[in-house]
Structure formats: C-alpha cells, structure tokens
C-alpha cells in the first residue's frame, strides 16, 4: 500500500515570496490533517478535511495560509506571503474515519520550507 | 484546553538498557493515544495506538500503557539498540465529531541510544 505522498521535499524562498506544498493520501483515505512542525516542537494542526469539506482551520493563518482539497483526494496548502517564523516541517497525514470510529493517522515525509 | 508535555526532552542510554518515556496530559476526556517515531528528516512513523477504552499495547519490544484517569501514558523500550534512537512523540484525539480529530502532540523525547 503506497503512503502519504508529499512534495516538494525541501524548499528555500525569501521572505514575502509565495510557496504551495501538494500532498497525496493513502488511496481511500477521507480524513487529511496538514500540520506544522517548528523545530524543537510538536507538530500543530493548521487545518483538517473531510473529503472536500473543511472540518477544523482554526488555527490557520488565513491572512496568509491557504488550503483546498479538490475532488476529495490531493491538497495543496499555500503560503502567500511568507515571513521568516514560517520556516517549518509541514506535514500532511490522513486517516480512515467510518461512521464514529477513529483510526490511525499515516504521516508522509514533510516538506522542510526554510525562509529567509 | 488539552495540553500534552513529554518528560524526558532528552534521554542518553547504553545500548541494551530498558527504558521510559512520559507523557502527560491535562484533559482526561480523550478518544485514543499514539506514540510515533520520527527520524532526523523524516515525516512521522506510527508506533503504538492506544484507544480510550484499553489500557496498553504492545508491538515487539514496545509497550505502551494509558491510565486517563491520571492523564499519563508511558513508552516502555525493552533492550534498547542504537536503531531506536530518535524523536518520540506522543499525541492524544479527544473526538472526531465535535473536535475535528486532530492530534495535539506533546514537544517530543530525543533518544539517544550509544553502542
């Protein structure tokens, strides 16, 4: 079974430019979270959807930070303009989620946004 | 709001020794808990799931225990090898529905584990 796929791996860009990150989930996977993990921390939630409905953006910074899953299946999350505290692992992970039941939530490998 | 804290921040041991890792957590009324690994680099591996209704699990020479009524859960290496070393993190979902099911992760335990 394939996992989450992210790209791109790494990415540098100077401040107030713009950046978009695409990600993939495990094929039937309904439930796809992005996060952002600052060095030293935990990774945050920045929003989760359900299919294509959003379900949790609150603590996305929508003055800048965009996110859309089309079709249910790939999102893409964007940064526009970038500031230096962006620089972060964003990862994106999805999950099976039938009926009331929760199950795991699968990680891809992150995109690494450094600003400078 | 739930807050997760993992003590801890980091831990050297000599290979072969058994160890433990903390989490806590400050709202007891939680769905499930997971452990994960990440590697320098890397994206999160899942370890260990743990559902509300279950006490522990165990994969190999991993064990994790849960006691909500105290907020804690721990991450318990058996004969530890320079392969396990790496960032621990522990996180808890408190719902689907009415929290969305995000994970709110604790700040991490680095594992070094010397040959």
Not at chain 2, 43 to 49: D, K, M, P, V
Not at chain 2, 99 to 108: A, C, N, P, R, S
């Amino acid at each position: 079974e394939a996992g989450v796929a992210q790209s791109p791996r790494y990415k540098i860009i100077e401040k107030r430019q713009s950046v978009a990150f695409w990600c993939n989930p495990i094929s039937g996977h309904a439930t796809l979270y992005w996060y952002q993990q600052i060095l030293g921390q935990g990774p945050k939630l920045l929003i989760q959807f359900q299919n294509n409905g959003v379900v949790d953006d609150s603590q996305l910074p929508k003055d800048r930070f965009s996110a859309e899953r089309l079709k249910g299946v790939d999102s893409t999350l964007k940064i526009q303009p970038a500031k230096l505290e962006d620089s972060a692992v964003y990862l994106c992970a999805s999950s099976l989620v039938w009926r009331r039941t929760s199950y795991e939530q699968y990680f891809g490998p992150g995109t690494r946004l450094t600003v400078t | 709001k739930q807050e997760v804290t993992q003590i801890p921040a980091a831990l050297s041991v000599p290979e072969g020794e058994n160890l433990v890792l903390n989490c806590s957590f400050t709202d007891s009324a939680i769905y499930n808990l997971q452990w994960f690994r990440q590697d320098p680099g890397k994206g999160l591996t899942s370890l260990l799931l743990i559902q509300s209704s279950q006490r522990e699990q165990t994969s190999g020479r991993l064990n994790a225990s849960l006691d909500k009524s105290s907020g804690r859960s721990t991450l318990y290496i058996a004969a530890s090898q320079p392969g396990d070393s790496a960032t621990y993190l522990c996180a808890v979902q408190k719902g689907i529905y009415n929290q969305g099911g995000k994970l709110i992760f604790g700040q991490g335990t680095e594992l070094s584990v010397k040959p």
